[in-house]
Every structure is written in structure tokens, then in C-alpha cells.
């Protein structure tokens, strides 16, 4: 496409794709969807909204709010994290009121707060590492969700800096 100066003007891939396209390509090509390539090679489509970001799964579909955790569910969370450590299906198995997904969000906040308080990690979340992260690894003070609940760098310091901290029993620490 040329402009009135006789220079390519920005449009978009999409039109640009569609104006390159033959007559046989007009019945593949679709504008509001994108193929992409899945880790295990299967390919799938994705729904784009009008600015070319990703629609969510649940468009349209009334989402439910979120409530807190009972102190029966957290007594669970934390049997939970005992027996299961970073197996996130069986430790949400164990408390069934909640999926994997709500699990790891509060276990990820539960970590931060552990990582403030100075206290371990439980010893068999410690067995696949001992960083205050849903995979085992340090946790980034910087990270919204850490700074979210107030994390500085100084306390992941001090933390490191402490050899006993992980003999400690992680409740009573």
C-alpha cells in the first residue's frame, strides 16, 4: 500500500496478509483468530478481540467471586503442603473444596508470607527446593507478587544469610 508520499504506510499484518492472499486463500484466512504451535506439536486457535490480544476462555460467561479460605481449609492447605509438598493435584485432592489452581494461588501467597516472616519453608515442599516460589526456586523481591505483599530484598538477605533457618520446625519458627 502506498501513501500519498509515495511511502509504504503502517497497516496492519493482517491486512497485509489478506491483500497478499489469492482467491483460493480467502476461505482460510480469518482475521479474528490465530494458529499457534502447542509444546507438543498439536496446533491450535486462538480467539483475538479487536486489538489482536487474546480473548479470554471465559468471555461472556459470568465469573464466580472469589471467597476466603475457611480455617478448616486452611488446616488442610497446611496438612496439605506436609504430605504432598509442590504435587499441586494431590495436595488440592486433600483439601476438595479447591482446584489446583486456587491451591497455587494461595500457596504462592503463603510462601511470600513465610519468606517475611523469616521462616522455612515445610520440609517436604523443601525436598523440590528451597526458594519461597510455586517451582522451588528463589523468589525475585522485585516480582508483583511479592511486592505486593511488601517483600524487601533486604529480608531474603537476612534469610540466606542464617544457617539455622531451615532447622527450625516451620510452624514454630
Known amino acids: 500500500m502506498l501513501g500519498t508520499a509515495g511511502r509504504k504506510s503502517k497497516g496492519s499484518k493482517a491486512a497485509a496478509e489478506a491483500a497478499a492472499a489469492g482467491p483460493d486463500d480467502e476461505e482460510d484466512f480469518k482475521p479474528d483468530s490465530k494458529a499457534s504451535e502447542e509444546p507438543n506439536g498439536t496446533s ?8 489482536g490480544r487474546r480473548k ?20 488442610l492447605f497446611v496438612e496439605a503442603l506436609d504430605l504432598h509438598g509442590r504435587d499441586w493435584k494431590a ?13 497455587t ?20 515442599v523443601a525436598e523440590t527446593g528451597q526458594g519461597y516460589t510455586l517451582s522451588g526456586k528463589p523468589l525475585d523481591p522485585t516480582s508483583s507478587a511479592a511486592r505486593a505483599y511488601g517483600l524487601k530484598p533486604e529480608i531474603l538477605e537476612s534469610e540466606a544469610a542464617s544457617a539455622t533457618l531451615h532447622q527450625k520446625s516451620w510452624l514454630s519458627a
Open 91 to 103: 495436595a488440592a485432592a486433600h483439601v476438595g473444596t479447591r482446584d489446583a489452581r486456587a491451591f
Open 56 to 75: 479470554r476462555k471465559d468471555t461472556g460467561t459470568n465469573r464466580t467471586q472469589s471467597r476466603g479460605w475457611s480455617e478448616d481449609e486452611e488446616r
Open 44 to 51: 491450535t486457535e486462538q480467539e483475538l478481540s479487536a486489538t
Open 105 to 124: 494461588s494461595h500457596a504462592q501467597k503463603f510462601f511470600i508470607k513465610l519468606a517475611i516472616a523469616g521462616k522455612p519453608v515445610p520440609p517436604k
